[in-house]
């Protein structure tokens, strides 16, 4: 039971960076919190200075928050795929998950002028740009489904998810031609990434949805392991295959069309993690593999998010720079680094 | 040990495939009787229908006529849980890239048992290391799945499939792939899991030789027919020569194998 203590310690680790990294993203900034100030604030109490008190309030911490919902939905997402499509490159922006949330948003934002002011409005809603975005993610996730189906190699349906990709790229092009400066604006800034600027109202409904779809994704973890035999090992087993794929799809198109509605479209958390979590914990149960992507995405994302400000300027980068840094370089050392185990 | 009870059996079943909303038959008027404590071979050319006669018998689909009864009761009317307390497989290919060790990959076989998040109990655990012992695979419990070796891989998936504990295994041509020295450890295994364990045991092959040698029944798929025999009245029957469509390619029954004009 060797595995067993290299669980807990890694748990142990893990659960206390992630609490560290927690108050560190609130503390660090353009201005700098002490920590004593940040535990005050979060905590009911109040911050020495009252600015303090009201950046904590209503920025860092939504920012921290959203941040930490990112960075769980993300790579839960992108193990619930690994496991499905049996492939280890798969991740909701590989397969074109992300480019299908923004078709749906930029269907919202930018076509919005061609559509009657009333409904204009509710479609720039909140909730407009979540269901678009949801939408987006799950019609992709469907027809990419669709085409697994037919296609047994699993280099075909990668394939696939970047001709989805330059696709929906392609029509988002097309429709900044029918859109105001203004429109295009607002749609650039959200394509960049952002994981501030979320009014509180949104997160309680970003947690919800990330919580369904976490509740969801724990439905499927004995399935998901019977599922690293093939699916007909799995069906012999019992495993009810349309049901689980089907629960499968629903949460991950939930994780990720909500997160890409709210903080843009985010690069690379969901392919990355679950890699690093296998070689991290060393093994496939999905049981471990699950509460070990959760924290090491939540872990992941918090930092990326200090990284976005640079300390001591009022610079902030786009968050989607900064996964993409990190993790291109992660992909390319773990395809290097091939083992039998995660790529043959 | 329930031996001679009948587990399988298959009443007047046609079988075949539909392509573009049209019946194909494969074969028909098959009637076969699998009983605990013995182990069949299926024999049949490349495409004779071997595959379609294993999914049909497993459940996979459905007989275009008659019906495929497992411990009396229609197989088509199990749910797929308790179809995975009667019936286990054992496939030919190859297994998605994963982190599973051996011990791991055994474990799976008791899922049709485990609650929701597939805890293992002490019973399932004895499970996996009776099924571990018996397959002579226990001391390659902590290694990869990838790490070992192909004869030892099949091993470990016909563990899997004991720590299922299903009455019947059906196993897709488990030797392909090994030399001679593995084929035949394999098939003892088999033979000693049937006669010491009780199980009913199903494989397809293309080791004639073999099977006949190992096997208490076997059932020869040729152009016309289906039969069921002991390998000594199959030999007798001299069904084997109708086996290949080539007339340079004659058994010889006194060898038992096959010798090419």
């Known amino acids: ?344 | 040990m329930t031996t001679g009870k009948t587990i399988l059996q298959a009443n007047t079943i046609s079988i075949g495939y539909t392509a573009k909303k049209e019946n194909r038959t494969v074969a028909s008027s098959i009637n076969l009787i699998f009983k605990a404590g013995t182990l069949t071979a299926v024999i049949g050319a490349n495409g004779i229908g071997k595959s379609t006669l294993l999914r049909t018998l497993t459940g996979i689909q459905k007989p275009i006529e008659g019906s495929v009864m497992l411990n009396d009761k229609n197989i088509s009317s199990y749910t797929s849980a308790n179809l995975a307390q009667h019936l286990s497989i054992v496939l030919t290919e190859s297994l998605p890239p994963s982190n599973l060790t051996v011990y791991e990959l055994v474990a799976l076989g008791r899922q049709p048992y485990t609650n929701w998040v597939g805890n293992l109990t002490t019973e399932d655990r004895s499970k996996i290391n009776e099924a571990l012992q018996l397959t002579q695979t226990d001391h390659l419990s902590g290694k990869k799945h990838f790490e070992i070796s192909d004869g030892q891989l099949q091993k470990v998936l016909i563990a899997r499939a004991l720590a299922q504990d299903t009455p019947l295994i059906v196993l897709d041509e488990p030797t392909t792939h090994l030399d001679l020295q593995h084929k035949v450890s394999l098939l003892r295994l088999l033979k000693k899991l049937a006669t010491e364990q009780g199980k009913c045991i199903l494989y397809s092959t293309h080791d004639l030789d073999l099977a006949l040698q190992l096997s208490n029944e076997l059932i020869v798929m040729t152009q016309d027919t289906v039969t069921q025999n002991t390998p000594q009245q199959c030999i007798e029957s001299k069904i084997f020569d109708r086996l290949f469509s080539d007339d340079g390619i004659i058994f010889d029954p006194v060898k038992g194998s096959f010798t090419i004009r």
């Not at chain 1, 920012?63 to 496991?83: D, E, F, H, P």
């Not at chain 1, 600027?197 to 004995?222: D, R």
């Not at chain 1, 997160?259 to 471990?288: C, D, E, N, R």
Request: with cysteine; glycine share 10%; aromatic share 10%.
């Open chain 1, 1 to 344: 039971m060797q595995n067993n203590r290299l669980h807990i310690t890694l748990f142990t680790l893990l659960g206390i960076a992630l609490i560290v990294l927690f108050l560190a993203n609130i503390s660090l900034g353009a201005v700098k919190i002490p920590l004593y100030d940040v535990l005050q604030s979060i905590t009911g109490g109040e911050a020495s200075k009252t600015s303090w008190h009201y950046i904590i309030l209503n920025y860092r911490l939504p920012k921290a928050i959203t941040a930490l919902l990112a960075g769980i939905g993300l790579s839960i997402g992108g193990l619930l795929m690994q496991t499905l499509f049996r492939n280890p490159l798969a991740g909701p922006d590989v397969l074109g998950l992300n480019s299908g949330a923004s078709l749906g948003v930029a269907f919202v934002i930018l076509a919005s002028g061609i559509l009657p002011a009333v409904l204009a409005g509710v479609f720039l809603s909140a909730y407009g740009i979540v269901l678009a975005s949801v939408a987006g993610s799950f019609i992709v996730l469907l027809a990419i489904l669709a085409v697994a189906q037919r296609l047994r190699d699993t280099m075909a349906i990668l394939i696939i998810g970047l001709m989805f990709t330059s696709f929906t790229g392609a029509i988002v092009g097309v429709l900044t031609y029918f859109s105001t400066a203004e429109q295009l604006q607002k749609y650039t800034f959200w394509a960049l990434g952002s994981l501030g600027n979320l009014p509180w109202n949104n997160i309680v409904l970003l947690t919800y949805v990330v919580l369904a779809g976490l509740l969801m994704a724990a439905v499927t973890l004995k399935p998901l392991d019977a599922l690293l035999l093939g699916e007909r090992y799995a069906k012999s087993m019992g495993i009810n295959f349309k049901r689980t794929r089907f629960i499968i799809i629903l949460a991950t198109s939930l994780l990720t069309g909500c997160i890409t509605a709210f903080a843009g479209p985010i690069a690379f958390v969901g392919l990355v993690v679950p890699h690093m979590a296998k070689l991290l914990f060393k093994t496939s149960s999905h049981k471990i593999l699950f509460w070990a992507t959760l924290l090491i995405g939540a872990v992941l994302m918090l930092l990326c998010d200090i990284f976005t400000q640079l300390p001591g300027s009022s610079f902030i980068l786009p968050i989607n720079a900064i996964t993409s840094i990190i993790g291109a370089p992660v992909v390319i050392a773990l395809l290097l680094n091939k083992r039998k185990g995660i790529f043959n």
